[in-house]
């Protein structure tokens, strides 16, 4: 073999491992890996910040059940990608964060921009290594891809030393590693999870958390449909399941509707399935109580070290969602007209919620919401960042078709934009939206000029109110009328869309909506709809005065 450097080693082995998109902000620190990629079967997506392609990067994993690979430069560099790495560790999603660091030489002697990421990321990540040789990258990337994208599913970070990535070596890479098998449920799991359902009366399935397939999703609603069990999903997983099933019953997590929150609490017996039972799911580990939960727990994931280790289980299964939920559906219905009528009841309350009272102002989100999920294909895709704006789309958008969701289980704001852009990118033939807040929006409106730059006509709606709504409703509750900090002054939005070259238009009132989005689904270009809503629109049925009357009145003031 001739000699290759570190930076060439890298990319044939990116190349290898089947990566065909990397996102980026480049850096002097690794310019010997971006001269390798000049000539490599690589499309190099560069943004206009380290949260965006790390985030952009995350997307990808969501999508395409593949590692996502972002790479930034040394310091603030991965320092602002962070946070997409906090994201893929909270969503279980594969991602590898390749790094340019300083010499390694000059390790340990705080030299410019240095960070000891092993250090840094350690919390964050599932895998943090440091090549010290060029013919140690190979292999050390090789360990990155294999824990981003086995048992529970997350990020893997890599510092490579610029030295490292000029350095040259004639040393073979050797084969691509093995992949471990996934984890399966024993004869004994599946008949201990039959036997507990068939002695339930108010049984609920959960299902979330990372390392979903489509195959997946279809085989636990057939399980579901077949032993009438009502199947929710955990936050922000709606579209593992196709919504019409009569089985889908809703999501728990932020802005839970009470029916949901109601049967989860009151169910007799619970199979959550790859779901870790975090705390939005759960609104803080009331719904299912730790560590004692009130309901029989069958609790399935794919890392036993999260068996039990917030919850008492009756049955801990250790295996990975598409093999338990393949077994699970070849198992013998149980006779369930025991419950028959508790199922029927969960699906009802789910449809009569997509029902909800108008809305303050002269915008009602809520015949927005449904008017798209009428108006759009099936396979469009429906981003959000966070903030009380996402309620609208998370409650009343009808999902039904595998991976048209994307949205942070770990609430980080500025996602929506980013995600939406690698959205377009893997699939150009569908409608894309992305739902932000007027925060949530400037967090991350920059990409912009990505969606510009790469041809990506996606379509953002701006809830527009004027200030940061989930943290004013928090104060609102805790200390009503003493408003600080929450309010925003916010730019023309439509104007900030036409300085990138993108549409923008203003949203006055929800008659307005309909012909604007259809001017931007015919466009070819990026379109920003600004949406003026009125700040009393704080949540689907509550409005902020009441909010803060209720919280005046719980204070006796």
Known sequence: MSARTGGQLLVDRLVAHGVDTIFCVPGESYLAALDALHDAPITLITTRHEAGAATMAEAYGKLTGRPGVCFVTRGPGATHASVGVHTARQD????????????YVHRGREAFQEVDFEEMFRPLAKWVGEAAAAAHVPRLLDEAFVAASSGRRGPAVMSLPEDVLYATTQAEPGSLPAWPDPAAPSAED??????LLAAASRPLAL?????????????????????????????????YVDNTSRAYCGYAGVGVDPAVASRLRGADWLLALGARLDDPTTSGYTLVEAP?????????HSDPAELGRVFRVDVGIVSDSPEFTRALAKLEPVESSGWAQWADEARKD?????????????????????????????????ANGAGNFAIWPNRLYTFKRFRTQLAPTSGAMGYGLPAALAAKLVRPESVVVCFAGDGDFLM????????MRYGLPVIVLVINNGMLGTIRMHQERAYPGRVVGTDLTNPDFAAYAHAFGARGEAIESTDQFEPAFERALAADVPTVLDLRVDPEALTLRQSLSAVREAARASAGR
């Open 92 to 103: 279980s999603t594969p991602m590898v964060l390749l790094v340019g660091q300083v010499e």
């Open 190 to 195: 599946l008949a201990a999870t039959r036997s």
């Open 207 to 239: 299902i979330g958390g990372g390392g979903w397939t489509e195959e997946a999703g279809g085989d636990v609603i057939a399980w579901a449909e077949a032993n009438r069990v009502p199947l929710i999903t955990s936050f922000r997983r709606q579209d």
């Open 292 to 300: 004692e939960p009130s309901q029989t727990l069958v609790h399935v």
């Open 350 to 382: 789910w449809l009569a919620g997509l029902t909800t009272p108008p809305a303050p102002g002269r915008i009602d989100l809520g015949v927005v919401v449904r008017w798209l999920a009428d108006r759009l294909p099936d396979d469009s895709v429906i």
């Open 444 to 451: 991350s409106g920059q990409e912009l000029a990505t969606a």
